[in-house]
């Protein structure tokens, strides 16, 4: 019998944002990600395999940090500087190298490319 918990994924994150329309534009014309739905109140934002969920309210976004992995970081670096958005170069922490920034709502973001060869630090 398989357990009923192999391998869970996460399916989405559900934030809440002061003004969706900034936090729209911001992950989809900043950061150049998809925005898969948007639908009355809230907006989808599509990751491979999950989702950010954009809704209107009191963010929380204090503690939280989000990593996101991309293909390319030193790439993504350029774009963010496109949009005046100011960060230091990429770290290299062995296991990645990533960036790291706050969203319009406070939303600490962790943006990294994973390399294929070394393991991810365990928790």
Do not use: C, K
Request: net charge negative.
């Amino acid at each position: 019998m398989t357990p009923p918990y192999q391998d869970p994924r996460l399916q989405f994150l559900w934030l809440l944002v002061q003004n969706l329309r900034s936090s729209v534009d911001f992950y989809r014309d900043v950061l150049g990600f998809p925005v898969q739905d948007e639908v009355g109140n809230f907006a989808v934002v599509h990751l491979a395999n999950s989702q950010l969920y954009l809704a209107p309210g009191q963010p929380a976004g204090e503690g939280l940090q989000i990593a996101i992995a991309v293909p390319d970081v030193d790439a993504l670096q350029q774009r963010l500087s496109a949009h005046q958005i100011n960060l230091s170069a990429p770290v290299d922490a062995g296991w990645a190298r990533y960036l790291e920034l706050n969203d319009p709502d406070g939303y600490h973001l962790i943006l990294l490319q994973p390399h294929t060869d070394t393991p991810s630090p365990n928790p």
